[in-house]
């Protein structure tokens, strides 16, 4: 998969994931998803495929938990920071 695809591939999943949370997406924050992603994408290593993509779906259950936990009802690049910040470091990603 070529790095924009999977770029392509964690914003449709993250914009899917905030409205199965009944959530609004700033238009700021899936970008900064995808600059993690972008960031972590060339340390991928082949076989290590499934934990990468392990890895963003806990980034994004963790967005919506932050989300849910300061009561805000739009997600925005802040939640995907405080995020980051609370489950990284893990593999592909770092802080």
Not at 53 to 71: D, F, H, N, P
Request: charged letters at 25%; one cysteine or more.
């Amino acid at each position: 998969m070529e790095k924009s695809e999977a770029k392509s591939a964690v914003k449709a999943l993250y914009l899917q994931s905030a409205a199965l949370a009944d959530l609004e997406v700033s238009p700021q924050s899936p970008e900064q998803l995808i600059l993690i992603v972008d960031q972590g994408f060339d340390s991928v290593e082949s076989e290590r495929k499934p934990t990468a993509v392990a890895s963003v779906l806990r980034l994004i259950a963790m967005t919506l938990e932050v989300a849910e936990t300061q009561g805000d009802k739009m997600l925005h690049e802040g939640n995907v920071t405080a995020a980051q910040n609370k489950i990284c470091p893990i593999y592909p990603f770092k802080k």
